[in-house]
């Protein structure tokens, strides 16, 4: 279950630049709009220091940690629904993302061009919430068209149980409300959107606002960042602030120079580690993890999965031929120092089929597939 984030923006706004931060890889990140045209992607290890110390306790041959995969899409101008700036090609790539994480410039910059001549965040992230509302308005309007008859007409059960949530989202979009914002949606028809629809504007957005290397330490009094940071409060949206410019340089170094940029600095963790525990806490993701003298691994699964569906995540004849689960806490393992003082403190559990797995869950799964 690897989490895929697409990173959006206008152009020159510094996607490229953090992407290159985030993932340490070396894409064109040029002065000029649609450097990037096919988008980016990158591959980066959650560095979870559970999995680091488990690791170090164990001492198993190989360990495999939780990954994000960034993605860098082509940024969007003016008219990208209708193909401005091979718009459609760039947004069908956002579809396929999991979470949205839209770039947003702080800061000024003369050397550097901006598409809509100056820096106005409030602006840019209108101009790409419509561009991303048109589209999904056209997704809805051809769908409309093939279901309206079935359910006024025929009457057809599953077609008048998506026009009323068609009906609920056209009148939203055309007033400049993201899907993501309908309240009136039940949790049947948001697993419908979800599943059938691939709606742009459904899909949770985090907002990272770039500002400036020399006013990061002092961003929250940037006025600009204010700005995104009332956009974000308001849709209920979690905002991140980065400087694309120091995450730059901060990639260069070697894990020690790094801690000791951060100490001198002041800055208490890494962009990617901020943006990835964000993405994590949007989506509703949690880790846990198996262990053993071969490996040490990290599992991504969305929080309120059973403990089935979580060897699931693993492979699907687990789910399918789960018994048991062996379940304790990584919090335990920290107290107790290895699994026989658990079992002899108690604090080893056998879990059956409904049990709600937990973040930090250290878990065994026994099961059975019968061919």
Known sequence: MALSVGIVGLPNVGKSTLFNALTASKVEAANYPFATINPNKGIVRVLDPRVILLADALGPERTIFATVEFNDIAGLVRGANKGEGLGNQFLAHIRECDVILQVVRCFPDSEIIHVEDGVDPERDIAIINLELILKDLDTLYKRKGRVETKARVNKDKEAMFEMEIIEKLIPALENEIPARLVKDLNNIQQDFI?????????????????????????????????????????????????????????????????????????????????????????????????????????????????????????????????????????DDFLKYGDENKIKEAGRMRSEGKEYLMQDGDIVFFKFNVRK
């Not at 940029?261 to 509703?284: C, H, M």
């Not at 003298?293 to 569906?309: C, D, H, I, L, N």
């Open 194 to 330: 979800r599943k059938n629809y691939g709606l742009l504007t459904f899909k949770p957005v985090i907002y990272v606002a770039n500002i400036s290397d020399s006013e990061y330490l002092t961003y929250e009094d940037n006025k600009d960042y204010q700005k995104v940071l009332a956009i974000a409060q308001k849709e209920n949206a979690e905002i991140v602030a980065i400087s694309a410019a120091i995450e730059a340089e901060i990639v260069m170094l070697s894990s020690n120079e790094q801690e000791l940029y951060f100490q001198e600095l002041g800055i208490p963790q890494s962009g990617l580690n901020k943006v990835v525990e964000v993405a994590y806490r949007t989506l509703g993701l949690s880790s846990y993890f198996t262990v053993g003298k071969e490996e040490v691994r990290a599992w991504t699964f969305k929080s309120g999965m059973t403990a089935p569906q979580c060897a699931g995540v693993i492979h699907s004849d687990f789910e399918r031929g789960f018994i048991r689960a062996d379940v304790y806490h990584y």
